[in-house]
């Protein structure tokens, strides 16, 4: 894909939201409550005021027909995963596939269950796509983390190796010689809502 180098590449919003939390007792992290609303909203406005395309590409799994009712995603587009139980690897490959075939030059990765990144942290790994063969992580304290941006031209690739709950890890890590960390420990705090102990990053 040729690209003019005076235009801004366009990057694509991915919001992988089909978790079930099962560690969190059967509770979907799309729905978990930040500052009293759905979990899934909070990240979608991160991903828009981060400089994405508003039409942010949303996987739904669990409780999918709630979260559609619960939450106001307007404006972005949302992908049902049916096989949301086997992880995250098929929650990614549903979300690169919509894509293929788009003009999107890079997908902007990020996982719902992650409140403490914003916008701060999504910007930033936003400029570093400059054409679709790009490839960029956060990084916190030189720790590779998320968001992750995958330049179009990466996506065969990843899609066949995307596999369980690894995602791009595998891909990340056999091209790491092309990999662009951008810090984002000064910005972002990387935890994760895992387990019922992950509750306390939330806030009511």
């Not at 587009?77 to 992880?87: I, K, M, R, T």
Request: glycine share 14%; with cysteine; net charge neutral.
């Amino acid at each position: 894909m040729k690209q003019n180098p005076h235009t801004v590449p366009h990057v694509t919003a991915v919001l992988l939201a089909a978790g079930g939390g099962r560690r969190l007792g059967g509770r979907p992290k799309a729905l978990l409550s930040q500052h009293g609303r759905p979990l899934v909203e909070h990240a979608v406005r991160a991903l828009r005021e981060g400089g994405c395309d508003p039409a942010v590409r949303v996987v739904l799994g669990a409780a999918a027909s709630e979260v559609r009712d619960r939450a106001d995603l307007s404006g972005c587009l949302l992908l049902e995963n049916a096989d949301w139980e086997q992880g995250m690897g098929s929650s990614l490959r549903t979300a690169l596939g919509a894509l293929d075939g788009t003009k999107t030059d890079a997908a902007l990765v990020l996982l719902v269950d992650q409140p403490g990144i914003g916008a701060a942290a999504v910007s930033r790994v936003r400029r570093a796509c400059h054409s679709p063969a790009s490839l960029a992580a956060a990084s916190y304290g030189g720790r590779r983390g998320h968001p992750v941006l995958l330049g179009a031209g990466h996506w065969p690739g990843i899609l066949r190796d995307a596999a369980g709950d690894k995602g791009a890890r595998a891909y990340l890590e056999a091209h790491a010689a092309l990999l662009t960390l951008v810090e984002c420990g000064d910005v972002a705090d990387p935890g994760d809502i895992d387990t019922p102990a992950d509750l306390g990053r939330l806030t009511p």
